[in-house]
């Protein structure tokens, strides 16, 4: 779709030479210094609180239930290192997606900062890779919720119908609308944190440093395995920036909002990881339900009760999170071309994309009905989650180089963050072919679509 094509509200920004270099946003830009409602009319929603525990259940989720185990049988008791080297990483990632959503607050997210940097079909690829990487990593996610209820419920099946169970509810809640969804997750993140500092305190006593030899039972190698499955666990600095425009004030709460949410976040999975392993010891790699080790040890009692529940608490908040913020991004696909058109309903901040969602929901359970008949194990839709995040990290913080003001203290964070997710891109290995199959997808699209006439106004209406 050519900028002609397009509604004003809808360009992304001007047209410019080749010799032009897009230039940062100013204070300005009515765009960043917005509070209450939107140049578009709209209502924004969420408050500093809601937003930090949007941001808090994006990146904490299921990671804190599944992979220290797998980080664990990956390298042993020297994942610990992994988890301290994407906690720093962490910083600079954060601090890069909140200054670009803070100055460019669109649902597009990093596809409009991608394709304010380097063009349309760049931000269809980071586009794709985003969108069409929730399908596979909603139902992991969903499973290692799944796997808790079963240890604690029984049952053959009890895992999938579970996993349903909890596609079809976040994508109803998320019907309703950003404004139910934040205001649920901010009483999950509050219950969810009280149950991981529970487990962890209730089974310090029983940690032993013994636990920690030998350190690297399968070499120093296996450290870059443990990092590219605990970019699962970091995923997720960048799901709130598609929800920038729903924001009260972007240009202050998103930053607050990120900050607050990393100093949570890291303190709760050092926390857990290292009792994971200092508690349970060789036990750490074989466990499936870490978490509810830790309680059984600690509380004793019906522990598989109360790790089924904050399982189900994590898990939910994340998906939530996900949901909320994929959805709008495929409505921000469709309005700029890079989807059909058909998906661009609710694109707009305080509308609800509902047709976007419906998409989610429909892959996502497609997805996990051919994970259960074809026998594709949680490891594997992690890691061809996590190569879809890699590649968007990497095309994200390239273009913040581009968009934010050089030398600045958010332009140093990003080329400390691209470096990083660079090596972490080439950790991935071979999973990596699938984010790089989705892109030449996302390419092939924009070369084969029909031209578009200019959207009808009902578009930017309610999905």
């Not at 397009?6 to 830009?29: K, T």
Request: charged share 10%; aromatic share 6%; hydrophobic share 55%.
């Amino acid at each position: 779709m050519q900028p002609s094509d397009m509604q004003p509200s809808q360009q992304p920004h001007r047209a410019r030479s080749a010799g032009d270099r897009p230039r940062a946003a100013s204070p300005a830009d009515p765009v960043q210094t917005a509070s209450g409602p939107s140049p578009d009319g709209h209502a924004r929603h969420l408050t500093l609180a809601q937003g930090t525990a949007l941001y808090v259940a994006a990146v904490l989720g299921t990671g804190v239930i599944a992979l220290p185990a797998l980080a664990a049988a990956a390298a042993g008791p020297a994942s610990l290192l992994a988890w301290v080297a994407l906690v720093a990483l962490s910083v600079p990632l954060a601090g890069t997606f909140a200054a670009l959503a803070a100055r460019h607050p669109d649902s597009g997210g990093v596809a409009t900062y991608v394709r304010r940097a380097f063009g349309a079909r760049a931000a269809a690829v980071v586009g794709w890779c985003f969108f069409f990487a929730i399908p596979a990593g909603a139902p992991a996610s969903a499973l290692f919720a799944g796997d808790y209820v079963a240890a604690a419920f029984g049952g053959t099946h009890t895992a999938w119908i579970t996993a349903c169970v909890m596609i079809a509810a976040v994508a109803g809640l998320n019907a309703f609308g950003v404004s139910v969804s934040g205001r649920v997750q901010l009483r999950l993140s509050v219950l969810l944190v009280g149950l991981l500092l529970l487990a962890v305190a209730a089974s310090a006593p029983h940690a032993r440093l013994a636990n920690l030899h030998p350190f690297a039972p399968h070499g120093w190698g296996a450290l870059e395995r443990a990092a590219a499955l605990l970019v699962w666990s970091f995923a997720g600095w960048e799901a709130i920036t598609h929800l920038a425009g729903e924001f009260r004030n972007p240009r202050t709460d998103l930053p607050r909002a990120a900050g607050m949410a990393v100093v949570v976040v890291g303190v709760l999975y050092l926390a857990v990881a290292g009792a994971t392993i200092c508690v349970l010891g060789m036990r750490a790699a074989t466990s499936p339900a870490p978490l509810a080790a830790l309680l059984s040890i600690g509380i004793g009692g019906p522990s598989p009760m109360f790790a089924a529940v904050a399982a189900l608490l994590l898990t939910f908040g994340t998906m939530n999170a996900y949901f909320a913020g994929a959805a709008k991004l495929g409505a921000a696909l469709g309005r700029d071309g890079a989807l059909p058109a058909w998906l661009a309903h609710g694109s707009q901040a305080g509308d609800v994309p509902r047709r976007s969602l419906s998409v989610l929901a429909g892959l996502s359970l497609l997805m996990l009905l051919l994970s259960g008949l074809g026998g594709i194990d949680a490891t594997a839709l992690v890691l061809l989650t996590t190569g879809c995040f890699t590649l968007v990290y990497l095309l994200g913080t390239a273009a913040a180089l581009r968009l934010l003001e050089p030398r600045s203290l958010a332009w140093v964070g990003a080329c400390i963050a691209l470096i990083a997710v660079a090596g972490l891109l080439a950790a991935s290995g071979r999973y990596m072919l699938w984010p790089l199959l989705i892109g030449c997808g996302a390419l092939a699209y924009q070369r084969l679509r029909p031209a578009r006439a200019t959207p009808p106004r009902s578009v930017q209406g309610k999905g």
